[in-house]
């Protein structure tokens, strides 16, 4: 089978079909657009909506789909094999929940305003559904992450993943005590950086990364720098978005 008459290439079809390309919140204002005389100057906002929203939503879908397609096309090889060992059934039942989670990520493109965090939902989409095993709520829930994380965010989550990953990959976890050492090992040293905080919480929040309570016998005056462990999600996150 060529790649050009797999599923993915006609799934754009699909999106247009659940009418997918305004998403739910501009819809609304739209209608309540026409529903109320706005006056200025959210009578000029409105109308720049409308002229905006077809345009940015096609867009945003387009470089989710393309960013989608660059990745599936290099695991060409896998999908045919996939499908050879596939049961009529259950190949359409994975085409089904493929066209779903693809209408899933269309949207959530529309309501990404970074254009390399709608590339990751793609990356994210085609790594998870070229998977043996396709996991719909686990894929769905990593494109929700990427929605929520910037190039700051990413960029530390792969420098943890750097000094810890490894023991993550290979032992399912990393021990405390690991983790602990591990840290400092990264390229911000064992400084204080409050920027450090603000990013590792907000990765926390999300289940990558888990804090590290302090040394028993640290001084409740001191000063210090929280440290954090790799989670397995965390890991599994960052090798989604990352491009084969």
């Given at each position: 089978m060529a790649i050009d008459d797999h599923p993915f290439d006609a799934l754009e079809k699909h999106i247009k079909l659940e009418q997918s390309s305004v998403s739910p919140i501009t819809k609304l204002l739209l209608m309540l657009c026409s529903l109320v005389s706005w006056m200025w100057p959210f009578d000029k906002a409105f109308a720049f909506l409308k002229d905006r929203a077809g345009v940015d939503s096609a867009h945003k879908t387009g470089v989710m789909l393309e960013a989608c397609m660059n990745e599936v096309r290099k695991h060409e090889?896998?999908?045919?094999?996939?499908?050879?060992?596939?049961?009529?059934?259950?190949?359409?039942?994975?085409?089904?929940?493929?066209?779903?989670?693809?209408?899933?990520?269309?949207?959530?493109?529309?309501?990404?305003?970074?254009?390399?965090?709608?590339?990751?939902?793609?990356?994210?989409?085609?790594?998870?559904?070229?998977?043996?095993?396709?996991?719909?709520?686990?894929?769905?829930?990593?494109?929700?992450?990427?929605?929520?994380l910037g190039d700051t965010d990413v960029d530390y989550l792969g420098e943890l993943v750097r000094i810890e990953g490894v023991m993550v990959a290979s032992q399912g976890r990393i021990a405390r005590y690991d983790a602990h050492t591990k840290w400092g090992h990264g390229r911000w040293g064992p400084n204080i950086n409050p920027e450090l905080d603000s990013v590792f919480s907000k990765l926390a929040s999300y289940g990558l990364v888990s804090a590290i309570p302090p040394p028993n016998n640290l001084n409740i005056m001191a000063d210090f720098q929280n440290r954090y462990a790799l989670l397995p999600k965390g890991l599994h996150f960052f090798m989604l978005i990352t491009a084969s």
């Open positions: 090889a896998e999908l045919q094999a996939l499908r050879a060992a596939l049961s009529p059934s259950a190949e359409k039942e994975r085409e089904e929940a493929t066209a779903a989670l693809v209408v899933d990520a269309a949207q959530k493109a529309i309501l990404t305003k970074s254009i390399k965090r709608i590339q990751r939902i793609g990356v994210i989409l085609a790594k998870g559904v070229t998977q043996k095993t396709l996991l719909p709520d686990h894929i769905e829930e990593m494109m929700r992450v990427a929605m929520e």
